[in-house]
């Protein structure tokens, strides 16, 4: 039961931050960790994202929080429950909105679009982290992220 209540907060922390991000004339520039100044204005994103004491890009960091906080502790239908697209991204986001997938459906040309390093479930399946986060959908995940495992959003500045 402390669980699931903790889930409640946990999306509900979630929807308030992207109504947040769906009133920014309403949001405060310190309520918004994820777009310092030093944001690109276009182009390719190279800001770096702390988890234990190191920094990694965006297209790495979902992997190593999965390596840290998913791996063998949920089974593969809580992890889809959890990250289903609706859940993690508010509808104003466009492009990838898929964060794993089961190993097994990784083939063919969706192989590049996915970490190799595998993250093994509670029962024993195996699903790949995807690298392809796109520079207006990582906010979002990241503070999903961040929400659901409770570490705070910092940058390398």
């Given at each position: 039961m402390a669980e699931a209540a903790a889930q409640t907060l946990r999306l509900f922390q979630h929807q308030l931050a992207t109504a947040k991000s769906l009133l920014p004339s309403q949001t405060s520039a310190q309520d918004m960790p994820t777009q310092p100044s030093n944001a690109p204005a276009s182009g390719r994103d190279f800001r770096e994202?702390?988890?234990?004491?190191?920094?990694?890009?965006?297209?790495?960091?979902?992997?190593?929080?999965?390596?840290?906080?998913?791996?063998?502790?949920?089974?593969?239908?809580?992890?889809?429950?959890?990250?289903?697209?609706?859940?993690?991204?508010?509808?104003?986001?466009?492009?990838?909105?898929?964060?794993?997938?089961?190993?097994?459906?990784?083939?063919?040309k969706a192989d590049a679009s996915f970490h190799g390093d595998l993250v093994r479930t509670k029962d024993g399946k195996f699903i790949r982290v995807t690298n392809q986060i796109g520079m207006n959908n990582f906010p979002e995940l990241l503070q999903y992220l961040a929400d659901l495992f409770h570490f705070p959003i910092q940058t390398k500045s």
């Open positions: 994202w702390l988890l234990d004491g190191a920094y990694y890009p965006k297209g790495r960091f979902p992997l190593v929080v999965f390596k840290k906080y998913v791996e063998q502790q949920y089974t593969l239908a809580e992890l889809t429950a959890l990250f289903a697209a609706d859940k993690v991204y508010s509808k104003a986001v466009r492009g990838n909105k898929i964060v794993f997938k089961p190993a097994a459906e990784v083939t063919g």
